[in-house]
């Protein structure tokens, strides 16, 4: 349902999309019902003259039936609910599969910064790559990040991923994604961090394996070959 | 219950009984306009100042929405009233409807208005059991609002930094540059807290000690119920987030670091600390509003509350487990993924009271005589549009799929399929049905259901296509989607201006029930003292009730609140809680 | 002024007198508040172990003092309930002034230890270890202020031989400070 509007870009994303899609035909279907009988006892009921009400308690177990099983069937089906979500949640956010490379993300006020592994596919040497806003990954590749934050709270989302994730000054928070689309996406910050937050407009370009290595080429600092380096920022810390 | 025949059963009921006309005539001697109606101790003024203090408020909340939605709608036009919107305009007003709407239309509305209103009317007796506690309370709430509004006008403008208030954004000036105004608007929010603590305390004594001779635990009307198991709520879930705002004042003025992780301090703590307040708060609200639809449904519907015990019983283990449900709000939020679990699970439990409330509500309808009243309407739309906003919630409490939703016009649509059905809704089927017995006047019926029916419509065409835009990933505190190529896909900024079309008839409609409210007031047809023919204590009293309450001495209850439709009765198809039984009836 | 009380004021159907059931209200919102601050204490306190070098610099012996004199007041405050049973209005008064009294030496001797805490530089600001040491104990000491206002209030009532029920629901509410300050001492002075 939702890839009908925003594109599926990770391998987790139709597994959200198709959680959401289940939860959907659930509560709809009980929805639907309880609305369909709510109007329909209005309809029904409506004052007629010389007509008296039924006199109903309700605390008879008889009567309460009425009551008791759609709480069963709601319980039911919360449980089939919470099994799907507690699944798609821990392979999104507690599994951590093998790591092919690491992006470090810093969120600040009010731009991204992207720190790249560069060609040697390692962080923290001279060869790291650094972007303002701008982040390039391979397609098929399984990438973890670290996020942090230099100022207040961010959240840095991928929509197209179906990946959301809070940054917090003072810590380093892990994750994973491994892009399935080829083109390039918003980055958006979802969390509101001052006047600035509608202009945290990063952009993600996901790459086939030649292009990236090109670009990776191109953009590294110590590379031998390519053009001027890579617009720099601040360090990070 | 029907059978509590015995007059005086409490041990006080007695005493109290032998003083009631010793007492009853105290303030009917001459007051000034302001001793009256400013510095009066009657619960009843004391409600009306909440009341329209909080529509005032409404008023100042529906302004701020206006302005955003049309810069939302129509990115950097100027909007008639206001001007161009800036950024910072645009998180001053998002922060300003959010935490209005809630702490200064909501809750004095609901709670302290109708609190102070029907508790005592509701129990029969003559006042709070506080008068003055009840006064002061509502002066704290007086000088709230006043440094809310006057965090306006200093420098750098209102607090923006939406009405979570995060920290580090809240905590320190050079983040939020609202030096005056963050501060401002925490000290309000805090002033508020405490004014409700005190009218809570007073509501639950009253409650407890000051019930009519003959009333029992299950012979007190749903809504009364409702707002005393909501001042607990609000009493045991609030203290934490007042030490968190002592806390957060110090981050902001005097240099503390309790927030600012560079110090040793820790920016969740907040979270945990406003989120254990912060859910419990939707339960606090939602509550009276469900009593509010209880008492209607009944009235209109000529019908016996199904399993009165069974609502009772739901709304206590809603307002218990609505302690274990918080962090479902910071899945992303960078706690613990696996904490996550329990609060997915949790959640998704507390949907279970909920929904049974719900349906006994529906099963109340079953067999009912429904007369289809304008605070009928406004009550069966509460329940249909709140099951929306209950159905929707199952979304983001599943936290695989919150992880695409937080944060989105999705979670702001599914909030306000609640929260508008619970200040607004309930509030407009409280204020139908119980205007008579406020006023004295009947309100005029056809312009009430065309308000109901403009109001109901062009709700739903606000938010059915933010619940789209939330799925398409717009998200929310954005005051220009512009910036983002994927915020403007085909057909999203359509949604918008939808939603900001619907949003201003939604608040031209409130014109015709302003107009309506105020000529009914002086000009509406007079009301006897029990035009819905209602079994409550307060239909007993005169419309409307002089200071004092019962001029003809505090009734006795003999049964339950819900007896309509009786087989005893024959044809009259309601029995007042305080008419004795007929002479040899059984016990 | 006088003041017409409504029957409501003096039903009780709980059977508990209805000043003594809001001062429990009170009490029970006034737990969460403490427990607030002091449950985000605890965690800090947990997460940051070397918080243990800065809470040697607070003077258990003073705090000690302190917690000797709360119980003294608060034994004051059970002998004055007990004169006021007797309807013996000006002795629960004297007892009560005896609390007042424990309250003021409490803040005076707070005052001193603070004025020497900060003048060796240990700050509302300096740590936030201090930050929760001043505002936990700052929280308190306003409750042991407002509850001597109140006292005064009460006393000067007693001494007339009005409102004695309020004896017994002032020396409740002071009972409760003091149980806070219980929890504090540990918590603020002997944890090192």
């Not at chain 2, 110090?263 to 419990?280: E, M, S, T, Y």
């Not at chain 2, 949604?495 to 029930?513: D, G």
């Amino acid at each position: 349902m939702i890839s009908k509007y925003v594109e599926e870009g990770s391998t987790y994303a139709g597994d959200i999309d198709q959680l959401i899609l289940w939860i959907l035909v659930i509560t709809g279907f009980w929805f639907m019902l309880a609305l369909g009988v709510f109007i329909g006892l209005i309809v029904k009921y409506t004052a007629k003259p010389g007509v008296k009400a039924k006199y109903v308690s309700g605390e008879d177990p008889k009567e309460k039936r009425w009551v008791t099983w759609p709480h069963y069937a709601t319980l039911l089906f919360d449980v089939v609910i919470l099994i799907a979500a507690v699944r798609v949640w821990t392979h999104v956010k507690i599994e951590q599969p093998p790591i092919d490379e690491t992006v470090r993300v810093v969120a600040q006020q009010w731009a991204w910064t992207f720190v790249h592994a560069g060609p040697d596919g390692k962080l923290d040497t001279d060869d790291d790559i650094r972007l303002v806003d701008e982040m390039h990954v391979e397609m098929g590749k399984t990438y973890g990040f670290e996020l942090s934050s230099r100022d207040v709270l961010h959240s840095f989302s991928v929509p197209v991923f179906r990946l959301k994730q809070d940054a917090i000054p003072g810590r380093i928070i892990k994750g994973w994604f491994k892009p399935t689309l080829l083109g390039q996406f918003d980055i958006q910050c979802t969390e509101i961090c001052g006047i600035g937050h509608a202009l945290m407009p990063g952009r993600i370009y996901v790459e086939d394996h030649d292009t990236h290595q090109a670009w990776l080429k191109a953009a590294s600092p110590v590379a031998a070959v390519g053009s001027a380096p890579a617009p720099a920022t601040g360090g990070t810390k | 219950m029907s059978s509590t025949a015995e007059a005086h059963g409490h041990g006080g009921g007695q005493h109290a009984h032998g003083h009631d006309h010793a007492q009853g005539d105290h303030g009917h001697h001459d007051q000034g306009w302001f001793m009256k109606y400013f510095w009066s101790t009657d619960h009843k003024i004391i409600c009306f100042q909440y009341l329209f203090t909080g529509m005032f408020m409404a008023v100042i909340g529906g302004f701020a929405v206006y302005v955003f939605r049309m810069q939302l709608a129509f990115p950097g036009m100027p909007v008639p009233g206001w001007g161009r919107v800036t950024a910072s305009d645009y998180n001053a007003l998002i922060t300003t409807h959010g935490s209005v709407m809630i702490f200064w239309v909501a809750m004095p509305v609901l709670i302290a208005a109708l609190g102070n209103y029907l508790i005592p009317l509701m129990i029969g007796c003559d006042d709070m059991v506080f008068p003055r506690l009840n006064r002061l309370s509502y002066q704290i709430f007086l000088v709230s609002v006043v440094i809310l509004i006057l965090s306006f006008l200093v420098q750098g403008g209102a607090f923006g930094g939406a009405w979570t208030a995060y920290p580090p954004l809240s905590a320190k000036s050079a983040f939020n540059l609202t030096p005056m105004g963050s501060t401002l608007w925490i000290t309000a929010v805090a002033l508020e807290f405490v004014a409700f603590l005190l009218g809570g305390i007073n509501f639950v004594t009253t409650l407890m000690n000051s019930r009519a001779p003959g009333m029992k635990m299950f012979d007190v009307p749903m809504v009364v119920w409702m707002i005393i198991i909501a001042s607990i709520l609000f009493m045991a879930s609030v203290g934490p987030l007042v030490a968190g705002a002592v806390m957060l004042i110090f981050d902001q003025q005097i240099g503390t670091a309790f927030f600012d992780p560079a110090k040793g301090g820790d920016p969740i703590l907040w979270q945990h600390l406003f989120w254990f307040f912060g859910h419990p708060e939707v339960y606090v609200v939602l509550l009276p509003a469900m009593g509010i639809t209880a008492e209607v449904i009944t009235v209109h519907g000529r019908k016996k509350l199904f399993a009165y015990r069974t609502v009772l019983y739901t709304a206590i283990a809603t307002g218990i487990i609505s302690f274990f449900v918080w962090a479902h709000h910071q899945f992303i939020a960078g706690i613990d993924p696996r904490m996550a679990n329990i609060f997915t699970v949790t959640t998704l439990i507390i949907s279970i009271p909920v929904a049974e409330m719900v349906f006994v509500y529906i099963a109340t309808l079953y067999g009912a005589s429904i007369r289809l009243t304008t605070p009928m309407l406004w009550a069966l739309g509460f329940i249909g549009e709140f099951l929306m906003g209950g159905v929707t919630g199952i979304f983001l409490g599943a936290s695989g799929a919150d992880i695409y939703f937080h944060d989105t016009y999705f979670v702001l649509a599914h909030f306000h399929y609640t929260f508008f059905p619970i200040a607004f809704i309930a509030t407009f089927a409280a204020i139908t049905h119980w205007f008579p017995k406020m006023f004295g006047r009947m309100m005029n019926e056809a312009w009430g259901k065309v308000h109901f029916w403009v109001t109901t419509i062009s709700f739903n065409m606000i938010f059915i296509p933010l619940f789209l835009l939330g799925a398409r990933g717009d998200h929310r505190r954005i005051y220009d989607p512009t910036h983002f190529p994927e915020l403007m896909r085909a057909g999203m900024q359509d949604l918008r201006v939808l939603a900001t079309v619907s949003l201003l008839i939604l608040i031209s409609v409130q014109v015709v029930f302003v107009a309506n409210f105020i000529y009914s007031i002086f000009w509406g047809p007079k009301a006897d003292k029990n035009p819905w023919r209602a079994n409550s204590l307060e239909w007993h009293a005169p419309s409307p009730p002089p200071h004092g309450n019962f001029p003809e001495g505090l009734p006795n209850v003999y049964r339950g609140p819900y007896e309509y439709a009786h087989p005893d009765r024959g044809e009259d198809d309601h029995w007042p809680q305080h008419e004795p039984p007929p002479e040899g009836a059984k016990a | 002024m006088s003041f017409p009380r409504p029957v409501a004021t003096m039903r009780e159907a709980t059977g508990m007198p209805t000043g003594r059931l809001a001062v429990w209200w009170v009490i029970a919102s006034e737990i969460v508040i403490f427990g607030g601050i002091l449950g985000s204490y605890i965690m800090h306190r947990l997460g940051h172990p070397e918080w243990a070098h800065q809470s040697i610099h607070t003077n258990t012996w003073i705090g000690a003092f302190n917690t000797f004199v709360l119980l003294t007041s608060s034994l004051c405050a059970v002998l004055a309930h007990q004169e006021a049973e007797k309807k013996n209005g000006p002795g629960a008064a004297r007892y009560l002034m005896f609390t007042t009294l424990g309250g003021l030496t409490f803040l005076i001797v707070k005052s001193i230890e603070w004025t020497n805490e900060i003048k060796h530089g240990y700050t509302i600001t300096s740590n936030t270890f201090w930050s929760f040491y001043y505002t936990a104990a700052g929280l308190h000491g306003l409750h042991v202020l407002a509850g001597m206002v109140i006292m005064l209030i009460v006393a000067a009532d007693a001494r007339k031989g009005k409102e004695l029920q309020r004896v017994e629901n002032i020396g409740i509410y002071w009972h409760f400070v003091d149980v806070v300050w219980i929890f504090l001492f540990p918590l603020l002075y002997i944890a090192k």
